[in-house]
């Protein structure tokens, strides 16, 4: 009989139902100096985490809690074998990306924002060429809501491998010749150095006119202040952004008041959505750590997602 995995919910006190999540799995829930894996339970605190892992060597797995892991990455190491909430998220992230992108075409923000009965404006999805930025989860939930909608859908990641669903899958290097021709630009890829700021006014040059950026990945892909001048300029169509930089977007920021650019307050995941799909890759990863099975959402701390 496989033993129970000891393991610890840190810090304690933080986000009850994580417990649960372990106990479901069979899974004991310890204090740290007994445990062999830790769920850390705060979406920061990366130098606590450090300081608990030095302190008690035991500790062999470490789950982060959410699929964005960038307060961590100074705390990556080889000596632990590490997982995060990637791909968790990806079908209500995924969901949320397809909702922006018909709101921003068809329109949506500027009738919302009406007070009287206005003229007709919008663009299809229908047919349309799409290029997503990423090849990870969301990406993959979202190929099939596209697919009914009969588009050419062109995916830009690292490491180019076929992907169902998608017509093409080329590598970062031939960014710019996604971006012409296409009706949506979708950004659903981790945020890294090599990826920080990858929308700049040189990237929005090569969009079309009628052409929407939709933004669900992490605000800081794009440069904020090029977006606001290529908007304003009309060198695209418009932006529907659930995450930006900085975040939360201040009061007063020229984003607020632009008639095609749609703000969602970084809630493609809710707390509601998240507790449930979060407990469930607990217990799984939980199950699979006393089995000695591959983990869900490796992370690689040389990648640093």
Excluded at 20 to 47: F, I, M, Q, R, Y
Excluded at 143 to 149: G, T
Excluded at 156 to 176: K, Q
């Amino acid at each position: 009989m496989t033993p129970a995995p000891r393991i610890a919910v840190a810090p304690a006190g933080e986000r009850p139902w994580l417990a649960d999540a372990v106990v479901a799995a069979g899974g004991l829930v310890v204090d740290p100096h007994e445990a062999e894996g830790v769920v850390w339970a705060s979406t920061g605190g990366a130098s606590h985490l450090r300081a608990l892992l030095d302190a008690e060597p035991g500790i062999r797995w470490v789950q982060l809690p959410w699929a964005g892991i960038e307060p961590f990455v100074e705390v990556l190491d080889d000596a632990h074998t590490w997982t995060c909430g990637k791909g968790v998220y990806a079908v209500p992230v995924a969901e949320h990306a397809l909702m922006l992108a018909l709101a921003g075409l068809r329109g949506l923000g500027t009738y919302a924002r009406a007070s009287s009965w206005s003229g007709p404006l919008g663009e299809n999805l229908v047919g349309a060429a799409v290029t997503i930025l990423g090849g990870g989860g969301i990406t993959e939930a979202l190929l099939p809501l596209l697919a009914p909608f009969g588009g050419r859908v062109t995916v830009v990641r690292r490491h180019p491998a076929p992907m169902e669903g998608a017509d093409e899958v080329i590598g970062v290097d031939r960014l710019l010749e996604a971006l012409p021709g296409r009706r949506l630009v979708v950004l659903a890829l981790a945020l890294t150095d090599e990826t920080r700021g990858i929308i700049d006014g040189s990237a929005l040059s090569a969009m079309d006119e009628e052409a929407w950026l939709v933004n669900v990945a992490r605000g800081a892909h794009v440069v904020t202040d090029d977006l606001v001048a290529a908007v304003q300029a009309g060198t695209i169509g418009g932006a529907a952004l659930d995450v930006t930089d900085p975040e939360p977007l201040p009061d007063g920021h020229p984003l607020w008041s632009l008639p095609n650019v749609l703000i969602t307050p970084h809630v493609g995941n809710t707390p509601e959505m998240a507790v449930p799909l979060l407990s469930a890759r607990i217990t799984e990863n939980t199950r699979r750590f006393a089995a000695d099975e591959a983990l869900l959402g490796p992370v690689d701390p040389a990648l640093g997602y």
